[in-house]
C-alpha cells in the first residue's frame, strides 16, 4: 500500500499525538467489548477467567471507525460542526460503542456505564452479551440513526438526514464491500439532488480496506485511477488518504478533512450568499487503510491485519490455544492502557478534550434521535378536500387525485418549516399525485432544458428511478425528525421488501427505549394498483407487499384499503400525524365509484370496518349472508354483486361489510387493533356464509381470521397471480373476483336458493361467457359493466 503523498503538517506534534492516544483508546475499548468479562484495565495478567465464552463481533471495520471518528471530533471542534456519523459498515459496533462512551455520550444515556472501571467492565460485559446490546451500530447507540447490518443504506439515510437541514453534515462511512449493492451503487447520484443552498451535505468516507468477510473488495482491486475516474463520474471530488504508518496517516486525514470542510463551506456560501446554481463537485474521502489495523499481524503464521481474517474476531479461540491469550494481552497492551486512563478507568482530561462539548458530540446530536427535533405538521383540514357523495356510487375522479389536492396543501402550509416531502420514483404524475406541483416542485440540481417539467433546484418532491433511494432518503428524513410520504406502483415496492424490514425493526426496537424519542410513521400510498394495469400488464400485477408486511410486530405496522376518495382523505390525514409507524394505504387513481360522504367516511374509518346498512337489507334481521369487501375494486365488485343476488334472490337477507383497517380482522391478542373476539362474531357472524372480495392474495384474509370462531364459512376471493394486460373488469374475472363469480359463490353456499339459485347462477355463467366474448370483439367491457351503478331496488 503506498503511503498518501498529503504531508502538509496540519497537526502540531502535540495534537497528533493526542489524536493517536485517543484512537488507542477506542481501539482498546472496541477490543476489551470484544474480548473481555473482566479486569478491563489490565491490571493483572490476563487469565483465561477475562476471556467471554463466546467471542462475537468485527474487528476489521472498527480500527478505521475509529480513526474516522477521532479525526471528524477534530474538525467538528474547529469549525463547530452540526455533524452526524453514519456507520455504513455498522457491524463495527464496537467503534461507535466505543466513541460514545469515550465522549461521555454514553454514560449518560446509561448512567449505569459509567466512566470508571467499574462502569468499562459493563462497557464490556454487555457488549454482544445475552441481555446486552447487538454488535452493531444498533438502535441502542446513541448517535446512530443506521444500523448498518444489512449493508446498502448508508448513503441514502445520510443524504435524507441532510435534505433540508442546511447546517448538517452527515459523515457517512461507505464500506468498500457496502459499495458492491445495488442500493449503495445507485446512492452516489443522490449528489444531483442536493441544494447547497437548502440542504446540508454529505461527506461519504469510502473505507477502502480492501475486504469483505471472506473475499476482496471489487473496488480495492481495481486500478486506482479506474476508481477514481469511477467517483468523479458520479459527480464527486475524491481525496484519497492512504497508508498504514499511524503518524503519517494522521497528518493525511486531518489535512484531508479541512480541504473537505473548507470546500463543503464554500460550495454552501456560493450557493446561499452568492446565488451560485451550478451543481458542484462535492468531496469525498477515499481511506485506504489496513482491515484489522493495529491488530494482531499474524496468527498461527497466517497473516491477520491487512486481510480477510481480521474481518470478524482474529484471535477466536483463546481456550483451545494459550498462546493466543498472550497475543491477545500484547495486543491489548500495544494501546499502552495506562498512557489513556487513569487508575480509576477514566479517560485522561487531555484525551477527553478532544471531544466535542454537548450536542456537537456525535453520539449526543438531537439530528441523531430525530423525535427530539419533530414537530406536528400543520394539517388542512381533509374534510374540506372531501367529494360530494349525493348517493353511494357517484361517480369520482380517481382517489389519488382527490388526495393529491390535500397533499399540495399539506406541502403548501409545511414549505416554509421545510418538513415534510414526498418521494417517489418517477410516478408522482402518475400515480395521480399532480396537483403537488401547483404548490412545489420536484427537486433536481443536474441540469434542466426547456422541456423539462416541475424541476428546481429546491422541491418537497424527490424522485429518482430507484425505489432503494427513494425509500433510504425518506428513513434518512423521518429518523432526523421530519414528515414525509413514499408513493410508489404497488408491485415494485416489493424493491424495497428489505429496507422496509430494516427500518420496521428499528422502530420496533426504538419503541422500548426510553430516550429515543418517536418519530413520524413511514407511510407508503400504493397507487397504480393490481387490479388497474390496464397499460402494463402482469409484470405490474403484484398485490404481494401487504403479506410480506403484516409480517412484521404488530405494534408497528398499520394497513389500509380506503374504497373512496373520502376514506383515503381520512386515513392519510390519520397517517400523516401518526407516530413510529409503518402505515401501508392502497389507493386508486382510475375514475371509480364514490360510496361514502365525508361524516359517513370519517366514522367508518374511525372504526376501521363495518356494516354499510345502505347496501344491505334485512336490517334488525340475522343475515343469511355476509359479503364482505376490502379495497377499491374488491368494493365495488362486491356490490356489484349483492345488486344482482338482491335482484334475483330478494327474500335473501345480506349484510355488506366493508374493511378499511386491514389489522381489525386479527384478534386483538395479536394486533392492537383487532376486533374483540366478540365484536367479530357480531360483524361476520358465527355461523353464516361470509364472501370476502379482498384486494390482494386470498391467503393473507386466512392468516389473519385463522382463530375466529367463522372462519370454515369465510370464502376469501383475491388476487391468485392471474393477469396480463386486458380490461379491467377482466382482471377480476381472470381471479374470480368479479360480481358474477362472487355471486355463484354465495349461491353455492345457500342451498336455500334452490331452483331460483340454480337458475341465477346459468345466467351467471352466461355472462361470463358473454364478457368473454365481448371484450375479444370490442377491446373494451360489455356496456352492462363500464355503465353500471348502485341504485338498488329497496
Ligand atoms: C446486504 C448484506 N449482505 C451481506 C451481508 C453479510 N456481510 C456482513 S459484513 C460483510 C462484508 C462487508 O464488507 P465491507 O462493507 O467492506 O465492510 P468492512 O470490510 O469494513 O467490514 C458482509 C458481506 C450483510 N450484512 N448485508
Redo the contacts with the bound molecule.
Keep these: 500500500m503506498k503511503e498518501s503523498p498529503m504531508k502538509t503538517e496540519t497537526l502540531t506534534a502535540e495534537l497528533l499525538g493526542k489524536i493517536d492516544a485517543y484512537w488507542r483508546a477506542a481501539n482498546y475499548l472496541s477490543v476489551g467489548q470484544i474480548y473481555l468479562l473482566d479486569n478491563p484495565l489490565l491490571k493483572r495478567p490476563l487469565a483465561l477467567a477475562d476471556i467471554k465464552h463466546m467471542l462475537l463481533g468485527?474487528w476489521?471495520?472498527t480500527p478505521?471507525?475509529n480513526f474516522i471518528y477521532a479525526h471528524l471530533n477534530r474538525v467538528i471542534k474547529k469549525y463547530d460542526l452540526d455533524m452526524i456519523y453514519v456507520s455504513?459498515?455498522g457491524?463495527?459496533g464496537p467503534a461507535v460503542v466505543a466513541n460514545t462512551y469515550l465522549e461521555g455520550a454514553y454514560s449518560e444515556t446509561y448512567p449505569d456505564i459509567s466512566q470508571d472501571e467499574q462502569g468499562l467492565r459493563k462497557l464490556f460485559l454487555q457488549f454482544s452479551f445475552p441481555g446486552g446490546i447487538p454488535s452493531h451500530a444498533s438502535p441502542e447507540c446513541p448517535g446512530s440513526i443506521h444500523e448498518?447490518?444489512?449493508?446498502?443504506y448508508s448513503l441514502s439515510h445520510s443524504f435524507g438526514a441532510a435534505f433540508d437541514n442546511p447546517d448538517l453534515i452527515a459523515a457517512c462511512v461507505?464500506?468498500?464491500?457496502?459499495?458492491?449493492?445495488g442500493p449503495l451503487a445507485t446512492a452516489w447520484h443522490s449528489n444531483k439532488f442536493l441544494d447547497p443552498a437548502t440542504d446540508g451535505a454529505v461527506l461519504p468516507i469510502l473505507?477502502l480496506?480492501?475486504?469483505?468477510?471472506a473475499n476482496p473488495?471489487i473496488l480495492a482491486r481495481i486500478t486506482r485511477e479506474e476508481l477514481e475516474q469511477l467517483l468523479r463520474g458520479y459527480g464527486w471530488t475524491p481525496y484519497f488518504v492512504e497508508g498504514h504508518e499511524p503518524a503519517l496517516m494522521h497528518e493525511a486525514m486531518a489535512a484531508t478533512l479541512d480541504i473537505a470542510v473548507e470546500q463543503i463551506k464554500k460550495i454552501q456560501q456560493d450557493a446561499r450568499l452568492h446565488g451560485a446554481l451550478m451543481r458542484q463537485r462535492w468531496p469525498m474521502i477515499v481511506l485506504n487503510s489496513p482491515?484489522g489495523w493495529t491488530g494482531p499481524k499474524t496468527v498461527d503464521g497466517r497473516q491477520v491485519e491487512g486481510t480477510?481474517r481480521s474481518?470478524q474476531v482474529p484471535l477466536s479461540d483463546p481456550a483451545s490455544h494459550p498462546e493466543h491469550l498472550k497475543l491477545l494481552e500484547d495486543w491489548l497492551k500495544s494501546y499502552r492502557p495506562d498512557e489513556l486512563f487513569d487508575v480509576q478507568g477514566r479517560l485522561k482530561p487531555e484525551l477527553a478534550e478532544l471531544a466535542p462539548k454537548g450536542e456537537r458530540r456525535m453520539g449526543a446530536n438531537p439530528h441523531a434521535n430525530g423525535g427530539i427535533l419533530l414537530r406536528d405538521l400543520r394539517m388542512p383540514d381533509f374534510r374540506e378536500y372531501g367529494v360530494e357523495v349525493p348517493s353511494p356510487g357517484a361517480p369520482g375522479i380517481g382517489d389519488t387525485h382527490v388526495l393529491g389536492r390535500f397533499l399540495r396543501d399539506v406541502a403548501k402550509l409545511n414549505a416554509e418549516k421545510r418538513n415534510f416531502r414526498v418521494f417517489g420514483p418517477d410516478e408522482t404524475l402518475s400515480n395521480g399525485l399532480g396537483a403537488l406541483f401547483e404548490a412545489t416542485n420536484r427537486q433536481w440540481d443536474a441540469a434542466t432544458e426547456p422541456n423539462d417539467e416541475f424541476l428546481a433546484p429546491a422541491g418537497q418532491v424527490m424522485e429518482m428511478l430507484s425505489e432503494h433511494q427513494c425509500e433510504g432518503w425518506l428513513e434518512g428524513y423521518l429518523l432526523t425528525g421530519r414528515h414525509g410520504l413514499f408513493n410508489c406502483y404497488e408491485a415494485f415496492i416489493h424493491i424495497v421488501d428489505?429496507m422496509f424490514n430494516q427500518h420496521a425493526k428499528w422502530l420496533k426496537v426504538t419503541s422500548h427505549l426510553p430516550w429515543r424519542r418517536k418519530i413520524s410513521s413511514l407511510n407508503y400510498l400504493l397507487a397504480s394498483h393490481v387490479w388497474r394495469q390496464d397499460h402494463n400488464g402482469f409484470t405490474h400485477q403484484d398485490p404481494g407487499f401487504l403479506d410480506h408486511v403484516v409480517n412484521k410486530k404488530a405494534e408497528i405496522v398499520r394497513v389500509y384499503l380506503p374504497p373512496d376518495a373520502n376514506c383515503l382523505l381520512s386515513v392519510m390525514d390519520h397517517c400523516l400525524r401518526s407516530r413510529h409507524y409503518v402505515n401501508v394505504v392502497i389507493a386508486g387513481k382510475h375514475p371509480a365509484p364514490q360510496w361514502l360522504t365525508m361524516d359517513a367516511a370519517v366514522k367508518h374509518c374511525t372504526e376501521g370496518v363495518g356494516v354499510w346498512q345502505w347496501a344491505s337489507n334485512g336490517q334488525g334481521e340475522a343475515p343469511d349472508l355476509v359479503m364482505t369487501c376490502c379495497g377499491d375494486v374488491p368494493t365495488l365488485e362486491a356490490l356489484a354483486a349483492v345488486s344482482i343476488l338482491r335482484e334475483h334472490l330478494p327474500e335473501l337477507k345480506i349484510r355488506v361489510v366493508n374493511v378499511v383497517d386491514l389489522m381489525r380482522l386479527q384478534p386483538r391478542t395479536e394486533h392492537p387493533h383487532g376486533l374483540r373476539d366478540k365484536d367479530f362474531d357480531e360483524l361476520f357472524t358465527k355461523d353464516k356464509p361470509v364472501i370476502f372480495a379482498f384486494h390482494g392474495y386470498p391467503w393473507l384474509i386466512h392468516r389473519l381470521i385463522y382463530r375466529r370462531a367463522n372462519h370454515e364459512n369465510i370464502h376469501v376471493r383475491g388476487y391468485k397471480e392471474e393477469g396480463t394486460i386486458t380490461t379491467a373488469f377482466d382482471m377480476t374475472v381472470l381471479n374470480d373476483l368479479d360480481r358474477f363469480h362472487l355471486a355463484m359463490d354465495a349461491i353455492d353456499r345457500l342451498p336455500q336458493t334452490g331452483e331460483k339459485g340454480l337458475s341465477l347462477k346459468q345466467k351467471l355463467k352466461d355472462k361470463l361467457f358473454e364478457h368473454r366474448q365481448y371484450i375479444r370483439r370490442h377491446g373494451e367491457d360489455m356496456p352492462e359493466i363500464r355503465n353500471w351503478t348502485w341504485g338498488h331496488p329497496k
Excluded at 448498518?148 to 446498502?152: F, I, K, Q
Excluded at 461507505?174 to 449493492?181: F, I, L, P, S, Y
Design positions: 468485527h476489521g471495520t478505521g471507525q455504513g459498515p457491524h463495527g448498518g447490518g444489512e449493508l446498502g461507505v464500506g468498500d464491500g457496502e459499495a458492491e449493492t473505507h480496506n480492501g475486504y469483505k468477510i473488495t482491515k480477510f474481518h428489505s
